[in-house]
């Protein structure tokens, strides 16, 4: 199984961008989807979860309302919008998927997903 994290690059405050995870490999069940990222010097952090089914979505409570998360299972792709965007987000984002179902008091945990993307670099300047 393999991620790959695009749609990084530099924003200037107040602008968006929209991240994508394509997932490729074989995956014989369904599988939860999760975004993470690593601001310069700090450790990763959480940002959004998303089921396979699409009806549970979760977010870090900072980003609430700015940052959404969402899938196409037809095209094994995650995405991540993100408006609105501060200096604060910068960062490496990356994608994660774990096998099988996300649970609720685990899936804001790095540990708790099984691949990982390479990363894309979001930097918030003007």
């Known amino acids: 199984v393999q991620l790959q994290a695009s749609g990084g690059g530099l924003v200037q405050p107040g602008g968006s961008l929209r991240l994508s995870c394509a997932v490729s490999g074989q995956i014989s069940s369904t599988y939860g989807m999760g975004w993470f990222r690593q601001p310069p010097g700090k450790d990763r952090e959480f940002v959004a979860a998303?089921?396979?089914?699409?009806?549970?979505?979760y977010y870090a409570d900072s980003l609430k309302g700015r940052f959404t998360i969402s899938r196409d299972n037809a095209k094994n792709t995650v995405y991540l919008q993100m408006n609105s965007l501060k200096p604060e987000d910068t960062a490496v984002y990356f994608c994660?998927?774990?096998?099988?179902?996300?649970?609720?008091?685990?899936?804001?945990?790095?540990?708790?997903?099984?691949?990982w993307g390479q990363g894309t670099l979001v930097t918030v300047s003007s």
């Open positions: 994660a998927l774990k096998i099988g179902r996300l649970i609720l008091s685990s899936l804001k945990q790095a540990n708790s997903y099984d691949y």
């Open positions: 998303i089921r396979y089914s699409d009806r549970g979505k």
